[in-house]
């Protein structure tokens, strides 16, 4: 009788501890915006470090072209490029539509229209996974007609803290409740960077401390769960200095050509109406200003694959040297009179060339199947998507630009 009892506790005990080992993977996708890949080295922030040294860092994060944010962020959750996902730029004009996309235009910014390719919380979904974001690029969207199970509407007034709150609360929620793919995004580093420029250790190195804090309490918290959760930590660009008399105007350049001007600052779309020649008006707009040069689309030397939405990135575009920026007279205006700019008379960029390191961002990953003390080549920021497929046991979409080898050897 009781060695019947014994073997039915045990019994049960096994039961339990078979369905414990049963749970399914979590990945939570961190984006710290603008956080440049030599951060980390120059600052020591306690708690990223230590994640490092318990997971895997890469050498730096290559971003597609341009490295704007918006392109980027929609990059790294769907495993395209720009070129393939059709958010081409953070503002771009689409012919079509005849609208101009925005980072700024709520409306546009959540019409599921303008979205290609099968982001990782719609992925999620369609696998009867539970998704939830506590802002993402495209998580306010229904793509393919599917939104994350929970999320909010971007507002980055929200705390630090209050996100990562969240975030325990999903974690708490009931196995068929409780979301595998988690998405959360911290502007900070972004705003001193583009306020300061990547080269004012003070401002940054303040910002980084309050960040690094924050994170420690959601690393920490993470590993309170029972929960095989991994930890994906990147960024969708690096930074560049831009002292204020490198700031150039875009006025003067494109002054009486027959084309809509679509100004990003470190790179500018004009799409030509018809029966402007090409050739001629690179050499006119070359000839009225230095530290740019003007690209024909055709020549693919930026966007190298034009197959899908070479509409929407117009015909030719005006690239300024690394550490000069295209505005306009209100632009100058702005850049000269706002705050620290102003005062310190540098600021940061974003959007040139992947070649140049300075646009380099991050990738750390940590997690029970994470190498440990690893560290690998740069690589480019299609390929994560794979790897977080692979965490979740997701099979990967045979159209993406990622590819599974490329991390594989991050996994043990
Ligand atoms: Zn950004």
Redesign the pocket.
Same mark, same amino acid.
């Given at each position: 009788m009781r060695k019947s009892l014994v073997f039915a506790v045990a019994w049960i005990l096994l039961g339990v501890s078979a369905v414990a080992q049963e749970k399914q993977p979590i990945v939570i996708l961190i984006s710290l $915006?603008?956080f440049r890949y030599d951060y980390v080295e120059r600052f020591q922030p306690e708690n990223i470090t230590k994640l490092i040294q318990q997971g895997t860092a890469a050498q730096s994060l290559i971003p597609s072209f341009p490295s704007k944010?918006f392109p980027n962020h929609y990059t790294i959750a769907t495993g395209m490029k720009p070129e393939h996902h059709g958010v081409v730029d953070n503002n771009f004009y689409n012919p079509t539509k005849d609208q101009q996309y925005s980072i700024s235009n709520r409306a546009i910014v959540t019409d599921g229209s303008w979205y290609g390719g099968t982001p990782l919380w719609v992925l999620a979904e369609q696998h009867d996974k539970k998704s939830a974001s506590y802002f993402f690029v495209g998580s306010e969207a229904d793509i393919q007609g599917v939104s994350p199970s929970y999320y909010f509407d971007y507002d980055g007034s929200v705390p630090n803290l209050t996100r990562i709150a969240q975030v325990f609360e999903w974690l708490q929620l009931p196995d068929d409740e409780r979301p595998q793919m988690i998405t959360m995004y911290f502007s900070d580093m972004?705003d001193t960077g583009h306020l300061y420029g990547p080269h004012n250790d003070e401002q940054l190195k303040k910002t980084l401390t309050r960040l690094d804090a924050e994170l420690g309490a959601l690393f920490e918290g993470v590993k309170s769960f029972d929960l095989p959760i991994s930890i994906v930590l990147v960024s $969708?660009?690096g930074m560049a200095e831009v002292a204020q008399e490198k700031l150039l105007n875009l006025e003067p350049l494109v002054e009486g050509i027959a084309a809509r001007v679509v100004n990003s600052g470190a790179l500018v779309h004009l799409h030509l109406k018809d029966g402007v020649d090409k050739e001629e008006t690179i050499r006119l707009i070359e000839s009225r200003g230095e530290h740019i040069h003007v690209i024909n689309v055709e020549d693919r030397e930026y966007y190298q694959d034009l197959s899908l939405h070479q509409d929407l990135m117009g015909d030719l575009l005006i690239i300024p040297d690394l550490g000069y920026y295209l505005t306009d007279s209100r632009g100058l205006f702005r850049y000269q009179n706002k705050g620290a700019m102003a005062k310190t008379g540098n600021f940061g960029e974003h959007g040139y060339s992947p070649d140049y390191p300075e646009m380099h961002g991050i990738f750390y990953a940590w997690g029970p199947r994470i190498k440990q003390g690893f560290t690998i080549d740069s690589f480019e920021n299609i390929h994560i998507y794979p790897l977080i497929c692979e965490l979740l046991g997701l099979p990967v979409p045979s159209d993406i630009d990622g590819r599974v080898e490329v991390l594989q050897a991050v996994i043990d």
């Open positions: $915006d603008g944010t972004d $969708d660009h």
